[in-house]
């Protein structure tokens, strides 16, 4: 993606990620390898999917602010691998917030307003 901003809505089935410039909005959807319901097994946890977060990172390559959002742990465990893995794109996540299940055009105007708001408080 070549855009300013991007918001990602991800929680362990897919993540959406909407690339964004005043005249260009860009989607894709990435989804995990393994289906979620593999997340539990017995009563223990199965480790987190660090390709599926990978491909995540990869795709928000070149953009320079970041809102990540969605309804479940799995925006703060992609915020966890950016940390331990891209380095270089921790400075370009401006916003974490909880987020249930919006559409694709619910979360463009979402990520607009965040946005404006953002623009708005730069010197």
Do not use: C
């Not at 990435?30 to 979620?36: D, G, M, N, R, V």
Request: proline fraction near 7%; charge should be negative; aromatic fraction near 4%.
């Amino acid at each position: 993606m070549s855009h300013t901003h991007a918001i990602v809505w991800i929680d362990h089935a897919e993540a959406h990620i909407i690339g964004i410039n005043p005249d260009d909005v860009e989607n894709s959807v990435i989804k995990p390898a393994q289906p979620p319901h593999h997340l539990r097994k017995g009563s223990g946890r199965v480790p987190e999917d660090q390709h599926y977060y990978h491909e995540v990172v990869e795709a928000l390559r070149g953009i320079k602010e970041i809102v990540i959002v969605g309804p479940s742990d799995a925006k703060l465990n992609l915020i966890k691998h950016i940390h331990k893995h891209d380095h270089d794109l921790v400075a370009n996540i401006v916003g974490v917030e909880t987020v249930d299940h919006p559409s694709d055009a619910q979360l463009l105007a979402y990520a607009r307003k965040y946005f404006k708001i953002a623009d708005a408080m730069l010197p």
